[in-house]
């Protein structure tokens, strides 16, 4: 059974930090991962999707990446700003494809 | 495009009633899963339907149903209502679930009091 752990579960940072989120999984056979955003008491907006075969994917100021190997995936904002404050989710979908989410992390930007 | 659409946004019911969600996917799409979120236990997947079937189920009692109709929108139900079941529920559409990428939306506040 998939397990997916995020960490940290909260951080807080000032603007313009530059910061890395990381999502652990513990089966390699997966078909795909994706990172969302989640406003508080909102849905989900999906931020990358990475294939995998693939091994990162950059939006704007955001790149993740994919190691297989290791189990891990980081989310990488740069230059933070307020308006990021949400929390992150991640999401590996496997043969099954069910998605199994981690629990995310709490992100606060302070100006 | 529109996207995909959860109706009602809040609903508060008491236990022991029943509850209808309903889910408008996104045009096209056939695909449409269903989790419950809560503090406790984070995003759930509770079913998924495809062409009107339900192709995968999760780890949820039966008083969780659901059902899928020729437009692709869907519906869940939850009978007999107990605290617990105090949730944001989430609907997701893709065209098929294979698809890479799922689209959320807004979700279903329910509060069992």
């Known amino acids: 059974k998939q397990e997916v752990t995020q960490i940290p579960a909260a951080l807080s940072v000032p603007e313009g930090e530059n910061l890395v989120l990381n999502c652990s999984f513990t089966?390699?056979?997966?078909?795909?991962l994706q990172w969302f955003r989640q406003d508080p008491g909102k849905g989900l907006t999906s931020l990358l999707l990475i294939q995998s075969s693939q091994r990162e994917q950059t939006s704007g100021r955001l790149n993740a990446s994919l190691d297989k190997s290791s189990g891990r995936s980081t989310l990488y904002i740069a230059a933070s700003q307020p308006g990021d404050s949400a929390t992150y989710l991640c999401?590996?979908?496997?043969?099954?494809?069910?998605?199994?989410f981690g629990r995310g992390t709490s992100l606060i930007v302070h100006p | 495009k529109a996207g995909v659409t959860q109706t009602p946004r809040y609903l508060i019911k008491t236990r022991g009633q029943q509850v209808t969600l309903s889910c408008s996917p996104i045009?096209?799409?056939?695909?449409v899963s269903w989790y419950q979120q809560t503090p406790g236990q984070g995003l759930q997947f509770l079913f998924e339907y495809f062409s009107e079937t339900q192709r995968n189920k999760g780890n949820f009692p039966g008083r969780f149903s659901g059902r899928q109709f020729s437009n692709s929108r869907s519906e869940m139900n939850v009978s007999t209502l107990e605290l617990g079941d105090s949730a944001l529920y989430l609907c997701?559409?893709?065209?098929?679930?294979?698809?890479?990428?799922?689209?959320f939306g807004q979700g279903t506040r329910l509060t069992v009091v």
């Open positions: 045009s096209g799409h056939r695909s």
């Open positions: 997701a559409s893709s065209f098929r679930q294979e698809d890479l990428e799922a689209f």
């Open positions: 089966d390699s056979a997966i078909y795909n």
């Open positions: 999401a590996i979908s496997g043969g099954s494809y069910i998605p199994t």
